[in-house]
């Protein structure tokens, strides 16, 4: 409203038929913004970088001036920020548009202390909070066919079903808190960032002792360690395409988020650690965007 006065939200909110919002149009939030468009939804958008709202504009999509006209204007408010500094940042912005009967869901893969606080800026406002952070890379977002760990009230969880229904192949209810969803998204990151590592020092010590790379992952596809990740990562490898789906920055966060809760809770983890070290020597490379 032109006053600045928080309206209510509409009817059939709860089914995922009312105004939906979406902040952070990085490489992932794009994709799943431009899903929600493309489903029919009323959406509307705000980046910090406001020239990325454009391609989203053109869709359909609404435009707004701040992430509070955001959570002003929409019933339900997913958000999609790159680490816990800027996940922070937003839900602080969009908290002033919040209130009773808004729910805010930030699909970030942050630390178990952040989600807890956005929680808690959220309920300050009356509104209702849950975490959900994604597994699957834009191309998947792009499908609608991301997985969804979420954690937080169980309510959030029931208004945000029908839109992560859209954007995503399955979705889980993890537990009643944040740090539910962000433990059991980490566990997810470190067999992905161990695996990736694992594979590519496989192809590499294949390909310098003259071993037929391809033959190598004939094998482990036609063996028990068979898995989608191991066929098309290692396809890319091979053909030396190395286009990102997830960025080295953003999964070096995750496998360093992972160790420090390894070391919360005092369990080793040697092999997270050494996979982190090469992607932060991949960092140093100047590979972090690939």
């Known amino acids: ?37 493309k489903s029919g939804r009323n959406v509307t958008v705000w980046n910090r970088s406001a020239a990325r709202c454009e391609p989203l504009k053109a869709a359909g999509a609404s435009v707004a001036a ?18 816990p500094a800027a996940a922070s940042a937003v839900v602080k912005a969009a908290a002033p548009g919040m209130g009773p009967g808004r729910t805010y869901v930030d699909c970030s893969t942050v630390d178990e202390a952040t989600g807890e606080s956005s929680a808690s800026v959220i309920s300050a406002t009356g509104g209702k909070f849950l975490a959900a952070p994604v597994s ?9 066919e991301l997985l969804f760990i979420c954690g937080g ?16 192949a399955q979705s889980w209810h993890t537990g009643k808190t944040p740090s539910h969803a962000s433990r059991a ?40 360690m068979a898995n989608p990740l191991i066929g098309a ?28 809760l390894a070391e919360k809770v005092e369990v080793p983890a040697p092999i997270t650690a050494a996979a982190n ?3 932060i020597r991949a960092k140093q490379l100047g590979l972090a965007d690939n």
Do not use: H
């Open 1 to 37: 409203p032109a006053d600045g006065t928080a309206r209510p939200p509409e009817e059939g909110a709860m089914a995922g038929q009312g105004r939906v919002g979406f902040l952070g149009l990085g490489i992932m939030g794009a994709r799943m913004a431009e899903v929600l468009v």
């Open 136 to 144: 699957g890379g834009w191309r998947d977002a792009a499908k609608g």
């Open 66 to 83: 701040d992430a509070a006209e955001v959570t002003q204007s929409c019933d339900i408010t997913f958000a999609m920020l790159s680490d």
């Open 277 to 279: 070290a090469q992607y």
């Open 185 to 224: 998204k980490l566990m997810l990151q470190i067999m992905m960032g161990t695996m990736i590592g694992s594979l590519a020092e496989c192809l590499a010590l294949s390909k310098a002792s003259g071993v037929d790379q391809t033959m190598v992952l004939q094998m482990l596809m036609k063996g028990a």
């Open 233 to 260: 990562k290692g396809k890319l490898m091979i053909e030396g395409k190395f286009d990102p789906n997830f960025q080295v920055y953003l999964q070096q966060k995750d496998l360093r988020l992972a160790q420090a």
């Open 153 to 168: 009230e169980k309510a959030a969880f029931d208004a945000a079903s029908p839109l992560m229904d859209v954007m995503g």
